[in-house]
Every structure is written in structure tokens, then in C-alpha cells.
């Protein structure tokens, strides 16, 4: 009764720290976030996409593709709580918390101790990691949800079930397909479920996997991220043969060839999201998610990650007792996905599904390290990692809802919600109101904070984001000074328009052009000025 009592209480800090204003922090909604947002209101009044179309099974983010999971389950959210930043991000922090609670349940399954369950669902609850992509409506939480749920129930000899919670994964976020099929045999082997029904499950996973990444337009994604798609491409491995000259062929294949090219990319961008800078001190990209002042994990848990780690390899070989492995098996299953793709490295989302790993690996190493002690000496342990995971957590939570909200929010587009009610405004007084489209400056924030129909969207052909965009008065340039490109406009256009502009880029002469607004971001800097030509009579 007491440790049901404990979990209860563990879930309900999972459920706080995820939910806790959870529409002002994070700061600013991103892009991605409020392209979901309105795909979903789009898909509630009219059954398609913003673009037009029916029931999609991918979603174009900004000449992105991605997997359509979000979109669709935020339909219920957006139908209650109106379009808002809270029915965006409620569905990836709801199922960030249960993720605490089914986590609890697999560990009780593989460690077989109400102890070591509870501690490794109490440090998932608290994770820096975990709660920072829970709170800023990310997908691949939603997707690690079914993976653990899937991995619980395959433990449990539920196969179809199990394999039904994977498939749904993969309906949410791509990254799940490449580790599901890749930890799974393991799995199998290793916790001696290596029967038929496993690898017939696992055969339809792969078909099911392929079938999810090609519909619609879903493999474009993968392909722009792809590791053997990056930027530059081979471009230093043909020069590397070219410098070869005139040496035996074979030699220069032997020295020079793919396999070795992308191998070492592989390994580079792999050791990446092992390293103690990522997951100690920065915790990676995108920009948007990088907490200041902390790591992916606490510092506390640096030594018993290392212990637990030695000890699982350790005992697992030398022993054989091979469950032990699957652990690290997890860990490195679930940076193959991040490891694969070029963009954003190291990455916290694509590498999302290393943290029930390293949480398992934690928990094991503070019980293997508290055996080796006794008495007084085993109490005095207990309190100083209590003290210092009590520390740690207290610096992370003041860093992220107090200093996440004013130190540099430029990269989530912190300031956009004042560019659209103000543009909305001057609409209304001006003829053409022209933008900047830097820092975000998209058709999508007006869509979604304007609340635009979707269906009078569609009607007017799904415009697409283009340098002189014109969208009713509003007109969007490339550029942080759109006032430049109109310079050759004549003066009767300039005045009857109003500029909003980059505030650190662009150059406004007093003499020709009046400032009427400053439209700041959260810290206080100016992020854009609202500008008027000046009568030159």
C-alpha cells in the first residue's frame, strides 16, 4: 500500500512538472508548434490539411514532411480548449506523464523490484530531458510512450498488443521505426523470447514501418535529414581520390570509398550523443530546446550512469546473464536513429528514446553501488544523493521557469504574437503592411493566432510561403529590411504602407522614415520596428 502510495505521488510530480503553465513555458510558440496547431483546426472544421488535403498521412511543416500522428490528436484538444498554445502542447505533456507511469510497470517486469521501479519512474519524472520535450509539444514523446509500451507489452508475451503500440509509434514520429527495428531482435534473443510468433511480429513491423514511411509525402523528411543526403555530399571524398593522382585504382578505393566516408560520419555524430557535454553540461539542438546552465541529465547521476554501466557489461558477459544487457543494447539502439541524419547534432528529439536506457542504467548503478554498503555508512549515502538530486533538480527548475523565459528566447519565436495582432491592426490603417519574414516571421503564426478559417484558406489556394508573398494586405519579405527592396517603389506606394522590420539589421534613416512601435522579445531587446515613410514635401 505504501509504494502504491509512493507511485501515485511520483506520477502526480510527473504530472505537475509537465503541466505546470504550460502555456507560457516555454516561451513562444516555435513554428512546428503552431503548424501543428492549425493543421489540427484545419483537419476539426474541415476534414483537411491547410494545404487541402483530405485526411493526410503526412503534413508539410514548412517543406517538411512529417509523420501526422500530432496533427490528429490534437483534434480533440483544439475542439475544447480553442486554438491556443495549451490544446497545442497538452497531448505531448499528458503523454509524457503517463510515460512515468508505464515505465514504472516495465521496470517492475525486468528488474523484478517494487525499489528499482519506483526510483527509475521517480528520476523519469524529473529528467531535464524528459520534461523540457514533454513541454514544448513534441511528437517524439507521444512516439516513446507506445515504444515503452510496446517493449512492456512483448515482455508481458502480448505480441499482437505489442506490436499494435509499435505500429502506432511510427504513426507519430519516424525516428521509432529505425530503433524498434533495430532493438527488437534483441530483445527477443536476449530475454529468451526468441519464438515464431516474435519474429513473424517483427517480420510485419518492417512492412508496416515501410508503409507508414512512404505514404503520402513521408519519406521526403527522411531523405532531406538522411546522413548519406548531407550538405556537401561527397564533395570531400572525391576530392580526397582526385588528390590520389594517377595511384592504382583498387588503392584508391581501398583508401577513399564510401562505406569508410559515411562510417565515420556514423561514428562521429553516434559518439556525439554520448558525450558528457551532451548529456551533462549542453544538451544539444535544436536551438529551440536547449536549456542553459544544464545538461540533459543531472550531474548526481554521472557517476552511477558510469557504474551501472560497467556493471550491466560486466556481469551480463562475464555471468551470462544476458537480460542484463538489454539495457545497453537500448542505449545504443536508441541513438541510431539521431546518428543516421545530419541536421541538428546532437539531437534531443531524434535521440529521445536513449532516455529509458540511461534512466534504467542510473537506477541500477545507485543499488549495485548502495550494496557495497552498511549501516551508518549506507544512511550517510542515502542523504547525500538525496541532498544533491534535490540540488540539482532545484537549479534545473528555477533555470527553466525563470530564466527560460527572458535569457535569449530568439529561437522560439518568442515576439511573434505581438508582430501578428499588431500587422492585424495596422491592416486596418494601412494599405500594405510589409514584413520581415526573419525570425520566424511566417503566413502560419497568422493563420493560427488570428484563428483564419481554414476553409476560406483553402479557397484561396493554400497560398505557400514565397518571397512577396501577399496575403490580403499583408505582404512577406525575404530579408531583415524590407524597406530596401522598396526603394525603387514610387512615393505615393511608400507612404500609403507601413514596414515591420529586423530591429538589429536594418538601418532607418530618421530623416526619411518614423519608428511608431517597438515590438520586443521577452528580455526586454527590440526584435522588430514598426516603421512609416515621412512625407518628403
Known sequence: MKRNLLLVLIVFVGLFLRLYNLSEIPVGLHGDEVSIGYNAYSLLKTARDQDGNFLPLSFDQFGNFRA?????????????????????????????SLTVLIFYYFLLEFFGKKSSA??????????????????????AVIASFFVIFGIYLVYRDKYIWGFASFLISFFFYHAAGPFVLVFLPFLFV???????????????????????????????????ISLLNIPGGTRDLIQSMDEDGSQNPLLTRFYHNKLYFYGRLFTTFFSQHISPDFLFVNNGKPERYRLYWVGNLYFIEAPFLVFGFAVLLVEGIKKKKYPWLLPLVWLIAGIVPAALTWEDIPNVLRANLMIPALVMIIAFGFFEALTLTRGFVKTLFIGICAFLLFQNTSVFLHNYFYHSKIHEPWFRSASEEDVVFTADELSRQYQEVVMSTERNNNLIFHLFYLKFDPLEFQRLGSPKEEDGLRFSKLVFRYGPCPIEQFKLESEERLLKAVFIVKSSECEINPLKWETIKTISTPDGLPAFYVVRRLSQV
Do not use: M
Open 68 to 96: 501526422p500522428g500530432y496533427e490528429y490528436i490534437d483534434i480533440p484538444f483544439v475542439a475544447i480548449l480553442g486554438l491556443n498554445a495549451l490544446a497545442v502542447r497538452l497531448p505531448a505533456a499528458i503523454f509524457g
Open 118 to 139: 519506483l526510483l527509475g519512474s521517480f528520476l523519469l519524472a524529473i529528467l531535464p530531458w524528459h520534461i523540457n520535450i514533454s513541454r514544448a509539444s513534441s511528437e
Open 190 to 224: 536476449l530475454s529468451k523470447r526468441n519464438r515464431w510468433r516474435s519474429w513473424i511480429v517483427y517480420a510485419v513491423l518492417i512492412i508496416g514501418f515501410v508503409v507508414f514511411l512512404t505514404a503520402g509525402s513521408g519519406k521526403g523528411r527522411v531523405s532531406q
